[in-house]
T-cell receptor
Framework: AQSVTQLGSHVSVSEGALVLLRCNYSSSVPPYLFWYVQYPNQGLQLLLK??????LVKGINGFEAEFKKSETSFHLTKPSAHMSDAAEYFC?????????????FGTGTRLKVLA | NAGVTQTPKFQVLKTGQSMTLQCAQD?????MYWYRQDPGMGLRLIYY???????DKGEVPNGYNVSRLNKREFSLRLESAAPSQTSVYFCATWTISSYEQYFGPGTRLTVT
């Protein structure tokens, strides 16, 4: 079975600093990988996805992630944090057969942005 | 175009009561999912439905039942609620055209 590990349940950065949220996955086949963001009291919104095209994936709000097969990683970065980036971030890997897929989610990383 | 809608938004139940959480989508997606979200545990899959008329267990199905009434609607039923079922419940859909899941706004359930 596939799994996702997010290192650091809480991450704090200063406004304007680099954001780095870590995600490692285990998969026996080339995976599809996703990052979702959840703002307080809301549902999840897709930030970006990797579906075996370019290994560097750009998403919304200035975020990007790089798929590194050798490291089984899909870390999320943003060059300069903004106060509005404060939220919880989830990494997910999909697995599927017969035309439908299930997602396996990591436990999430709560990002705090300090003024 | 409402996307994925869930009702109710909030619910408080007493132990042993039953209730049904409703989910509806207008995106014409075949696959639908129910998750629960608990602090520090991420989202865990309860049940999913690959298409109308089919349902399958996920990671944490005990204490729940589901019905895929038609392509649009996927309901989650708690027959006898327990305090361990206090959680936020999310419904989602999935499409093979983008491999993305689309989430509803959630239902916050408290069982006392």
């Amino acid at each position: 079975a596939q799994s996702v590990t997010q290192l650091g349940s809480h991450v704090s950065v200063s406004e304007g600093a680099l954001v780095l949220l870590r995600c490692n996955y285990s998969s026996s086949v080339p995976p599809y990988l996703f990052w979702y963001v959840q703002y307080p009291n809301q549902g999840l919104q897709l930030l970006l996805k990797y579906t075996s095209a370019a290994t560097l994936v750009k998403g919304i709000n200035g975020f990007e992630a790089e798929f590194k097969k050798s490291e089984t990683s899909f870390h999320l970065t943003k060059p300069s944090a903004h106060m509005s980036d404060a939220a919880e971030y989830f990494c997910a890997v999909s697995e599927g057969t017969s035309g439908t897929y299930k997602y396996i989610f990591g436990t999430g990383t709560r990002l705090k942005v300090l003024a | 175009n409402a996307g994925v809608t869930q009702t109710p938004k909030f619910q408080v139940l007493k132990t042993g009561q039953s209730m049904t959480l409703q989910c509806a989508q207008d995106m014409n997606h075949n696959s639908m999912y129910w998750y629960r979200q608990d602090p520090g545990m991420g989202l865990r899959l309860i049940y999913y439905s690959a298409s109308e008329g089919t349902t399958d267990k996920g990671e944490v199905p005990n204490g729940y039942n589901v019905s895929r009434l038609n392509k649009r609607e996927f309901s989650l039923r708690l027959e006898s609620a327990a305090p361990s079922q206090t959680s936020v419940y999310f419904c989602a859909t999935w499409t093979i055209s983008s491999y993305e899941q689309y989430f509803g706004p959630g239902t916050r359930l408290t069982v006392t």
